[in-house]
């Protein structure tokens, strides 16, 4: 039985954005932002390509009463989107499940809770991580305006380009795939 986020007709669940050139908001510049939901209703993503350099995932796991541990070390902490920048939000590989976890598709999960952060420093954790603080989020229709107004392009999603290339180089890869230099593309959106 499909459930809400999984891929429908017309809905990115589970796909990347990727900002155009000059898309007029500074908060989404040069972003690549992976969609955790895409329905009718609305959608939310994750931001995977700016880190925040002032925190570390060690002091926010330690803040929170978890004793940072090795495991912490090499995470990075993200800008995830401008709606409730105070809460963290996991976007893992979906080998790690809890009863807080939101199950995008067959290799992707998101989860919210204390226990993926307890689980990461206990090295219990999924194999993959981006730790992001807010996220980005849509009404209903809102995205699939502006996704008529061109002020987004869409890439398929998958671990290497959402864990394994490197947080500077994620916004070139994806145009790459889509066969554009983002060097070439006009600032100003028309329609043909």
């Known amino acids: 039985m499909p ?3 999984q891929k429908h007709e017309g809905y990115l669940t589970g796909h990347c954005l990727v900002a155009m050139p000059g898309m007029g908001d500074p908060r989404f510049e ?3 932002i992976y969609l955790c939901a895409h329905t009718a209703e609305g959608a939310m993503g994750i931001v995977i390509n700016r880190e925040l350099e ?3 995932f060690p ?3 330690g803040q929170l009463g978890i004793p940072p541990t ?3 070390d090499d995470i990075r902490v993200q800008f995830g989107g401008p709606v409730e920048t105070g809460r963290g939000f996991v976007l893992h590989t979906s080998d790690y499940q809890n009863e807080g976890t939101l199950s995008v598709n067959d290799s992707m999960a998101l989860t919210a809770t204390l226990d993926v952060l ?5 090295g219990d954790g999924p194999r993959r991580v981006i730790m992001a603080l807010g996220y980005a989020g849509w009404g209903a229709g809102q995205l699939d305006g502006e996704l008529k107004g061109n002020v987004w392009l869409t890439v398929p999603a998958d671990r290497q380009l959402v864990f394994e290339t490197a947080v500077k180089d994620k916004y070139t890869t994806a145009m790459g795939r889509l066969g554009i230099d983002p ?3 006009s600032e100003n959106a028309g329609h043909a």
């Open 3 to 5: 459930t809400l986020l």
């Open 30 to 32: 040069g972003t690549v």
């Open 54 to 56: 002032e925190i570390s």
């Open 59 to 61: 002091d926010i796991v």
């Open 70 to 72: 090795p495991f912490c």
């Open 118 to 122: 307890r689980a990461i420093a206990s």
């Open 183 to 185: 060097r070439l593309l």
